[in-house]
């Protein structure tokens, strides 16, 4: 009974099998394209195609990469503006070491006993 499988999908007249492409044409996937309505016609410039517009848009204009020199001037002119800024702020101090942990321990022993 399943050798006949095959016998019984042929229909009368046609072929089994085929490309692919066969199949495709044969189907009409493709949909048919209506006229265009007065108003689109009317909008288009007579003769040309309409130009694809493009998805993404184009590439803005960057600045080109700044040299050593000019990163260095920039790094100078923002640590002066960070300077005036802590010094206006009152926040400006000169950095101090921190202390060996002995001596932090020291002065907490020296506080409890006081």
Do not use: W, Y
């Amino acid at each position: 009974m399943l050798c006949a499988a095959p016998a019984l999908h042929a229909q009368d007249g046609q072929k089994t099998g085929g490309s692919p492409l066969d199949t495709i044409l044969r189907s009409r996937l493709k949909a048919d394209v209506p006229e265009a309505k007065d108003f689109v016609r009317q909008s288009r410039r007579s003769g040309e195609a309409p130009e694809p517009q493009p998805a993404i848009g184009s590439d803005p204009k960057r600045p080109s990469p700044r040299t050593k020199a000019e990163l260095e001037d920039l790094r100078s002119e923002l640590e002066s503006a960070a300077a005036s800024n802590e010094a206006r702020a009152g926040r400006r101090k000169p950095l101090k070491a921190a202390p060996a942990p002995t001596a932090q321990k020291a002065k907490v022993e020296k506080a409890l006993a006081d």
